[in-house]
């Protein structure tokens, strides 16, 4: 029970009429990279917006560092240290590469107070960010868009990351990309809840794992354990993630 | 027998039933209960609001649509009946042709902002409708060949509903019978009978289905609803009855100008009676406007006695000065919108309820 | 180390947008037929002139109600409660700066700004009121908002009929204000070249404001992902405030400036100019403020040469340029894009 950044104890979380979140019981352990893994629908994207305030939990605690995240508004979520890179990534299309990253930086007035050597790793990790640079962040490509949201993210350091499903729509070559950036910032001790529906990434990355089903979480425990168990992954997921892109 | 009558829609508060019954009433024999031609003349301009507002109920209220281009339909309908009687004669014949056309217009006009509604946001489609309305008005002032310009057009009614027309020489249960008499009977039973019809089309599938869409139009669309169908139609509605109360306007008044239809002076009133009287009740449409105008001619009276008190303290006496109350009713509005949106219909059905469970 | 961030900027393959120059192109290309169909060189500079400080003047009194708008999805039909309030407000302050000021002209203009100053500053704080007590209750719920600032408006106006009366009050020019210049055969009001100028000025200090500062990235963040910034760890509904009471006192300038452009101030100017104004902000595209900018001038520029050119269409110049502009771009001039 030590060592959790986050836990989230019978959380519920309506929207409107609709009951989504059933008791969602989770642990993220500091340091390390949680999966959220599960069947579309089954709450992932509800849980990580509960968790920055965007949609209020009605019942249960959510406690960040000991804090208790509940009734927080979101930039005061945010300012815990928390980024949120969201499933449709967020991107300021009418801004350029450039304000899209300054924006991020809660501490930089400008481009040039930017933390150099900070973005010119992100650059190493994501070179077409350096090219576009003052480009109308609209006008890049799906997965660039992807690349800028994650840079946004870790364009500071923060303690804690929620990435809904980054790799959705974008070619090998840039979930790997992704991977080495998620490896590094393992390396960085920050700790990464993500979700995500390819399991090679979910277990390239992963060190524990959630799986949610029906608003709740029904499967908690160490990543390895999944991923050497085709029956269990058939019976939580529905089919035999090796075979799974 | 009441029941059906009413569509089933009953006023379920009996505060409000009592209060309905008495305005019915006092309405109803208002030449014989209230002698004098200004008496007469506010309870006819109550029963043209009654329509006009419940008519925009059925817009604001059942659909969830912002409009502010209902006085135009309203001053299509008065217009009509003006300047039919002014080109042709004064007789039923020019009448009838007169508001066929302009139904005919609002038909029209109300079909394509209607259909307009489809692209737009709601707050688009005011800002838009608001822009419209204005440009009426405009072009109405302009038209003075055919709309009398700033200075409107003064008629004739037929023989019937003219003033002069007195059938009987003595009065009748104090009430003298002649053509203002009759005009007014015919406002009263077009106007019961217009709501009566507005009640039916709200009770009905059709009704229900506008308020679907307006608690939730995705949700609708998705059961499968054309929410644009409905909303046109229910547009076109609204209009057509907006058109008929301006029409009866004029036939009251045997005049029209732009102020007395089109202004946004009415188009406020109309957002003021229909908010503070219930939105989506239609009963709020006829106790607001009874309240509003009778408030309208006769507060003013007494808040001139508030005046007089306050004679001479510099800015409180101008607060409660009778040319001020409107401030009063903005603040009343203000109040409703956000604490009672359902009005004075739905207070009083709440409290009702309570004391029934 | 910020020489990298620098090398960035300057580098020359570094693709930048390209900036849209349709609408300014209208503008211009409008101005410019203009000058045919009215025939004389000398009428044409007079109406265009007076076109653009018309423009301008509602660009400023319409730039706060457009940002409000795109930031916070309010749409305020009370604006113009804010414009009458600073109208009246120059009425009070000039004119008991009047004697004051005598018959200087330097004391006079001191005057006018004076009145502009007070009336922002005052605009502004009604405009803090408004804020917390009509609009905050309603955020997100759009029928009530159109309701409630539309009431709000009622009862402003009625209040401003409290402290100054119903009727009328004449605002004239200062003297030294008076008269025009004269460019060849072309008289050019003073008053409506000052207008000019401080409509520039608003632009051009609304434009680094957004395209420079931080908060102007907020703000133009905001218009497009509210959700987002407040992700980001901004507490971006303090910044509404600010932006709405920065749209008032704005409009309040405005007022004054419409006030002494008219000479006269009624208490119904704010429901005058709402329809005009819904109309510019509609036509430059709703949360743009070049596109308001951009079409507050059309708009200035086509009421004053339809004046003069057919008189009895001018009254809809307004309308047909909307829907005109409307089947061109059916967002607005500049669209903003939202998620």
């Given at each position: 029970m030590?060592g959790?950044?986050?836990?989230l104890?019978?959380?519920h979380?309506?929207?409107?009429?609709?009951h989504i979140?059933?008791g969602?019981?989770?642990?993220?352990?500091?340091?390390r990279?949680?999966?959220?893994?599960?069947?579309?629908g089954?709450?992932?994207t509800?849980?990580?917006?509960t968790?920055?305030?965007?949609?209020?939990?009605s019942?249960?605690?959510?406690?960040f560092?000991g804090?208790?995240?509940?009734g927080?508004?979101?930039?005061?979520?945010?300012?815990?240290g928390?980024a949120?890179?969201?499933?449709?990534m967020g991107?300021?299309?009418?801004?350029?590469?450039?304000?899209?990253?300054?924006?991020?930086?809660?501490g930089?007035?400008h481009?040039?107070?930017?933390?150099?050597?900070r973005?010119e790793?992100?650059?190493?990790?994501?070179?077409?960010?350096k090219k576009f640079?003052?480009?109308p962040?609209?006008k890049?490509?799906?997965?660039?868009?992807?690349?800028?949201?994650?840079?946004?993210a870790?364009?500071?350091?923060r303690a804690?990351?929620l990435?809904?499903?980054?790799?959705?729509g974008?070619?090998?070559?840039?979930?790997?990309?992704?991977?080495?950036a998620?490896?590094?910032?393992?390396?960085?001790?920050?700790?990464i809840?993500?979700v995500?529906?390819?399991?090679?990434?979910?277990?390239?990355?992963?060190?524990?794992v959630?799986?949610?089903?029906?608003?709740?979480?029904?499967?908690?425990?160490?990543?390895r354990?999944?991923?050497?168990?085709q029956?269990?992954?058939?019976?939580l997921?529905?089919?035999?993630?090796?075979?799974?892109? | 027998?009441l029941?059906?009558?009413?569509s089933?829609?009953?006023?379920?508060?009996?505060?409000?039933a009592?209060?309905?019954?008495?305005?019915?009433?006092?309405?109803?024999f208002a030449?014989?209960l209230?002698?004098?031609?200004?008496a007469?003349g506010?309870?006819?301009k109550?029963?043209?609001?009654?329509?006009?507002?419940?008519?925009?109920d059925?817009?604001?209220?059942?659909?969830?649509?912002?409009?502010?281009?209902?006085?135009?339909?309203?001053?299509?309908?008065a217009?009509?009946?003006?300047?039919a009687?002014?080109?042709?004669a004064?007789?039923?014949g020019?009448l009838a042709?007169?508001?066929?056309?302009?139904?005919l217009?609002?038909l029209?006009?109300?079909?394509?902002?209607?259909?307009?509604s489809?692209r737009?946001?709601?707050?688009?489609y005011?800002?838009?409708?608001?822009?419209?309305?204005?440009?009426?008005?405009?072009?109405a002032?302009?038209?003075?060949d055919?709309?009398?310009?700033?200075?409107?057009l003064?008629?004739k009614?037929?023989e019937?509903l003219?003033?002069?027309?007195?059938p009987f020489?003595?009065p009748?249960l104090?009430?003298?019978?002649?053509?203002?008499?009759?005009?007014?009977?015919l406002?009263?039973?077009?106007v019961?009978l217009?709501?009566?019809a507005?009640?039916?089309i709200?009770?009905s599938?059709?009704?229900r289905?506008?308020?679907?869409?307006?608690?939730?139009?995705?949700?609708?669309?998705?059961?499968g609803?054309?929410?644009?169908?409905?909303?046109?139609?229910s547009?076109?509605?609204a209009a057509?009855?907006a058109?008929?109360?301006?029409?009866?306007?004029?036939l009251?008044?045997?005049?029209?100008g732009?102020?007395?239809t089109l202004?946004?002076e009415i188009?406020?009133d109309?957002?003021?009676?229909?908010?503070?009287?219930?939105?989506?009740?239609?009963?709020?449409?006829?106790?607001?406007?009874?309240?509003?105008v009778?408030?309208?001619n006769?507060?003013q009276?007494?808040l001139?006695?508030?005046?007089?008190?306050l004679e001479?303290v510099?800015?409180?006496?101008?607060?409660?000065s009778p040319?001020?109350?409107?401030?009063?009713?903005?603040?009343?509005?203000?109040l409703?919108?956000?604490?009672?949106?359902?009005?004075i219909?739905?207070r009083?059905?709440?409290?009702a309820?309570?004391?029934?469970s | 180390?910020?020489?990298?961030?620098?090398a960035?900027a300057?580098?020359?393959?570094v693709p930048?947008?390209r900036?849209?120059?349709?609408?300014?192109?209208?503008?211009v290309?409008?101005?410019?037929?203009g000058?045919?169909?009215?025939?004389?060189?000398?009428?044409?500079i007079?109406l265009?002139?007076?076109?653009l400080?018309m423009?301008?003047?509602?660009?400023?009194?319409a730039?706060?109600?457009?940002?409000v708008?795109g930031?916070?999805?309010?749409?305020n039909?009370?604006?113009?409660?804010?414009?009458?309030?600073?109208?009246?407000?120059a009425t009070?302050?000039?004119?008991?700066?009047?004697?004051?000021?005598?018959d200087s002209?330097?004391?006079?203009?001191?005057?006018?700004?004076t009145?502009?100053?007070?009336?922002?500053?005052?605009a502004?704080?009604?405009?803090?009121?408004?804020e917390r007590?009509?609009?905050r209750?309603?955020?997100?719920?759009?029928?009530?908002q159109?309701?409630?600032?539309?009431?709000?408006?009622?009862?402003?106006e009625?209040?401003i009929?409290?402290?100054?009366?119903?009727?009328?009050i004449?605002?004239?020019?200062?003297?030294?204000?008076?008269?025009?210049?004269?460019?060849?055969?072309?008289?050019?009001?003073k008053?409506?070249?000052?207008?000019m100028?401080?409509g520039?000025?608003?632009?051009a200090?609304l434009?680094?404001?957004?395209?420079?500062?931080?908060i102007?990235?907020?703000?133009?963040?905001?218009?497009?992902?509210?959700e987002?910034v407040?992700?980001l760890g901004?507490?971006?509904?303090q910044?509404?405030v600010g932006?709405f009471?920065?749209?008032?006192?704005l409009?309040?300038?405005g007022?004054?400036?419409?006030g002494?452009?008219?000479?006269?101030v009624?208490?119904q100017?704010g429901?005058?100019?709402?329809v005009l104004?819904f109309?510019?902000?509609?036509?430059?595209?709703l949360?743009?403020?070049?596109?308001?900018?951009?079409g507050?001038?059309?708009?200035?520029?086509?009421?004053?040469y339809?004046?003069?050119?057919?008189?009895k269409?001018a009254?809809?110049?307004?309308i047909?340029?909307?829907?005109?502009?409307?089947?061109?771009?059916?967002?607005?001039l500049?669209p903003?894009?939202?998620?």
């Open positions: 030590t959790n950044l986050l836990e104890k019978g959380v979380t309506h929207i409107g009429a609709y979140l059933h969602v019981n989770l642990q993220v352990p500091e340091g990279v949680t999966m959220l893994l599960g069947r579309n089954a709450g992932k509800t849980t990580l917006r968790i920055m305030g965007l949609w209020p939990a019942q249960g605690e959510l406690r560092r804090e208790s995240l509940r927080r508004a979101t930039p005061d979520v945010a300012s815990l928390i949120y890179v969201p499933e449709s991107i300021f299309t009418d801004l350029t590469v450039q304000e899209n990253m300054v924006l991020a930086a809660r930089a007035r481009a040039g107070e930017l933390d150099a050597q973005l790793w992100i650059f190493g990790l994501f070179p077409a960010l640079w003052l480009f962040a609209g890049l490509s799906g997965g660039q868009k992807q690349m800028l949201a994650v840079a946004r870790i364009v500071e350091p804690l990351l990435v809904d499903e980054p790799s959705k974008l070619a090998p070559s840039i979930i790997n990309n992704l991977i080495t998620f490896n590094e910032l393992k390396r960085q001790k920050t700790t809840l993500l995500e529906q390819n399991f090679n990434m979910a277990r390239a990355l992963g060190d524990t959630a799986v949610m089903d029906n608003g709740a979480v029904v499967h908690a425990g160490a990543m354990e999944l991923a050497d168990d029956a269990l992954q058939q019976r997921l529905g089919l035999s993630l090796g075979t799974h892109q | 027998m029941d059906r009558l009413l089933h829609d009953l006023p379920r508060s009996r505060w409000l009592a209060a309905l019954v008495l305005m019915v009433l006092a309405l109803a030449p014989f209230f002698p004098g031609s200004k007469l506010v309870a006819a109550m029963l043209v609001f009654v329509l006009l507002v419940a008519s925009y059925l817009l604001l209220g059942y659909t969830g649509i912002v409009s502010f281009a209902h006085t135009m339909f309203f001053g299509i309908g217009y009509g009946v003006a300047i009687s002014t080109r042709l004064p007789n039923f020019a042709l007169g508001v066929l056309a302009a139904l217009l609002s029209l006009l109300s079909l394509v902002i209607g259909l307009f489809l737009v946001k709601a707050i688009f005011a800002m838009i409708t608001l822009a419209v309305a204005s440009a009426f008005q405009t072009l002032s302009q038209l003075s055919v709309t009398g310009g700033e200075d409107g003064s008629f009614n037929p019937v003219s003033p002069s027309f007195e020489e003595n009748f104090g009430a003298t019978i002649d053509g203002k008499f009759i005009s007014y009977y406002l009263f039973v077009v019961a217009l709501f009566l507005l009640l039916r709200v009770n599938p059709f009704g289905v506008l308020q679907a869409i307006r608690e939730n139009d995705f949700r609708a669309e998705a059961i609803y054309r929410t644009v169908v409905y909303r046109t139609l547009n076109v509605l057509l009855f058109t008929l109360a301006g029409a009866l306007l004029a009251w008044l045997r005049y029209t732009p102020d007395t202004s946004f188009m406020l109309i957002l003021l009676i229909v908010v503070i009287g219930g939105m989506g009740t239609l009963y709020g449409a006829v106790v607001g406007s009874v309240i509003f009778f408030a309208q006769y507060l009276d007494l001139k006695l508030g005046q007089s008190a001479g510099p800015l409180l006496g101008q607060v409660v040319d001020r109350w409107l401030l009063w009713l903005g603040v009343l509005f203000v409703a919108v956000y604490h009672f949106p359902s009005g219909v739905g009083l059905r709440l409290a309820e309570r004391t029934r | 180390m910020t020489s990298a961030i620098a960035l300057t580098g020359a393959a930048k947008a900036f849209d120059w349709k609408p300014i192109a209208l503008l290309g409008i101005a410019a037929l000058l045919p169909l009215i025939g004389s060189p000398s009428t044409w007079t265009t002139v007076a076109g400080a423009g301008m003047i509602v660009f400023i009194i730039s706060g109600l457009t940002l708008f930031l916070m999805d309010v749409l039909f009370g604006h113009g409660v804010f414009i009458a309030l600073g109208a009246f407000i009070s302050v000039m004119g008991g700066m009047s004697a004051w000021a005598g002209g330097a004391a006079n203009l001191v005057a006018v700004f009145a502009m100053l007070v009336a922002m500053a005052v502004g704080a009604v405009g803090w009121a408004f007590v009509i609009v209750p309603v955020y997100g719920l759009h029928l009530k159109i309701l409630i600032t539309m009431g709000g408006m009622i009862v402003g009625e209040i009929k409290v402290i100054w009366g119903p009727l009328q004449p605002l004239p020019l200062p003297d030294v204000l008076r008269g025009a210049y004269l460019l060849g055969d072309a008289a050019v009001e008053y409506r070249v000052l207008a100028l401080i520039a000025l608003v632009f200090a434009a680094f404001t957004l395209n420079r500062t931080k102007g990235l907020l703000i133009r963040a905001g218009v497009q992902d509210r987002m407040e992700s901004y507490r971006i509904r910044l509404f932006v009471v920065a749209g008032s006192a409009a309040g300038l007022g004054v400036l419409w002494l452009y008219q000479q006269t009624v208490p100017i429901g005058q100019v709402t104004l109309i510019v902000i509609i036509i430059g595209g949360g743009s403020t070049l596109g308001c900018f951009v507050a001038l059309l708009v200035g520029l086509m009421a004053n339809t004046g003069f050119l057919a008189p269409v009254l809809f110049s307004n047909g340029l909307m829907v005109a502009v409307l089947l061109w771009r059916p967002q607005g500049y903003v894009t939202n998620r």
